[in-house]
């Protein structure tokens, strides 16, 4: 009897324990919490130094991460978003749902200046269409991908921060022709998907000749199965940059925990992480801390990236030219 009594008691106080145990809640991507993404070694490396639970949510792709914080409004259950980028951070903004960071950005290694004091950048890139290097005729620019029999497959840019990425490179490249491209391009989409991941597997499965990824995916192939089978096809008329970040709400209710969490985002142990798992530029490490194999990668001659009032400003503009040219 005193041996069950007594397990009893140590069974209801590390009930109690666990029950004192803050629990950070983070929405971000799918990609971002899958078993090969970087969420778990993240979570493992966070939850060493915080004393706390650290539960990734994933929410769709990028972009259906700020539709799902703005139809729960005050009432979501996320203390932290992460995986917008600077084509949606004007209108996270104006949803009036995040609250002032309050980290001392030091470390940062981006191509651009950062004074945002709301989202802080976790890791960068650049947008590309990835090919097999085999492809007979790899188009290098929009026009000549537009002229060609080229299959592609891409994200829908309502739900998905390459879709919308992809819209944007468009208007910044080609600013009032941006319609003819689209018309142009609209016989060469096979499908457009949701998020990154499935049109990625389509590519992959054989379904279409070209992706929209990044410049950094063939990286994946080349380090992590020793595959260099893949490439990023180089467009003259530069390459659209993505910035992505991460923000606390206004409404968490694990304030002070979040902001943990942000200025560990710029430390080693989760920076050193991002460029073999999520597959991006880290966004506080520098460029010779990069592993092997990323020296293969194109560089784009022309960087391009549109601040975020303008891209917002823009945004439905795009997104009729773009329904408009896939409708006919």
């Not at 700020?66 to 104006?94: F, H, I, K, P, W």
């Not at 749902?97 to 802080?120: K, N, Q, R, S, Y």
């Amino acid at each position: 009897m005193k041996q069950t009594i007594i397990a009893t008691g140590i069974s209801l106080l590390a009930s109690m324990a666990w029950a004192d145990t803050p629990v950070l809640t983070i929405y971000t991507y799918d990609s971002f919490v899958s078993d090969w993404g970087p969420g778990p070694q993240i979570e493992a490396a966070f939850e060493e130094t915080c004393a706390c639970d650290l539960q990734f949510v994933g929410a769709g792709d990028g972009a259906a991460l700020l539709a799902r914080v703005r139809l729960e409004g005050e009432r979501s259950d996320a203390d932290l978003v992460l995986g917008l980028d600077t084509n949606l951070t004007d209108a996270a903004m104006q949803s009036g749902l995040f609250a002032p960071h309050g980290v001392t950005a030091e470390g940062l290694t981006l191509p651009i200046a950062w004074e945002d004091e709301t989202f802080l950048p976790f890791d960068w890139g650049y947008f590309a269409f990835v090919h097999n290097t085999d492809m007979a005729e790899v188009p290098a620019n929009f026009p000549a991908l537009a002229e060609s029999d080229a299959r592609i497959v891409i994200q829908d840019p309502r739900s998905s921060t390459p879709g919308l990425g992809l819209l944007m490179w468009v208007m910044a490249a080609h600013g009032e022709n941006a319609g003819a491209i689209w018309e142009g391009l609209a016989d060469n989409i096979v499908t457009v998907t949701p998020g990154w991941s499935e049109a990625y597997d389509l590519f992959l499965e054989g379904e279409a000749d070209m992706v929209l990824s990044y410049t950094t995916s063939p990286a994946y192939h080349l380090i992590a199965e020793e595959d260099p089978s893949k490439a990023a096809a180089a467009f003259d008329e530069g390459h659209y940059m993505q910035v992505e970040v991460a923000g606390v709400l206004a409404g968490a209710d694990q304030p002070d925990l979040a902001r943990d969490f942000l200025a560990f985002m710029l430390t080693p142990a989760f920076q050193e992480v991002i460029p073999t798992t999520n597959w991006m530029y880290p966004a506080a490490l520098p460029p010779e801390a990069l592993p092997e194999g990323f020296e293969t990668l194109i560089q784009p001659d022309t960087a391009l990236l549109l601040d975020p009032v303008t891209a917002a400003a823009i945004r439905e503009e795009a997104l009729e030219i773009w329904r408009s040219a896939l409708s006919r």
